[in-house]
């Protein structure tokens, strides 16, 4: 079954929306997954060059519902994340 990731707003009863750090967590959970093998044989890599383009644009903005942290709202970038040793 195909599965679509789209931009969407944030919502705390849909359990398929992510916050910009809930991204950020998934990509770096799937670059750690997706050193070896780094080719199409392994779907954690397949999937984190998907996710990591998406990952890329976190810039933090918005909790609309303000259920989250006050500093996470300003902290996920992705760029302030270190992605030394990654695929």
């Known amino acids: 079954m195909p599965w ?3 931009k ?7 359990l398929a929306t992510l916050h910009d750090d809930e991204l950020i ?3 770096i959970a799937l670059s750690k997954e997706a050193a070896a093998p780094s080719n199409e044989n392994n779907p954690a890599w397949r999937a984190w060059k998907k996710i990591r383009p ?4 976190c810039d933090g903005s918005g909790d609309p519902v303000n259920l989250l942290p006050p500093d ?3 902290s996920p970038h ?7 040793g990654r695929p």
């Open 4 to 6: 679509r990731i789209i």
């Open 8 to 14: 969407s707003e944030y919502s705390p009863l849909d």
């Open 25 to 27: 967590a998934v990509e």
């Open 54 to 57: 998406l990952a890329e644009q």
């Open 72 to 74: 996470s709202r300003t």
């Open 78 to 84: 992705w760029q302030d994340h270190k992605h030394e």
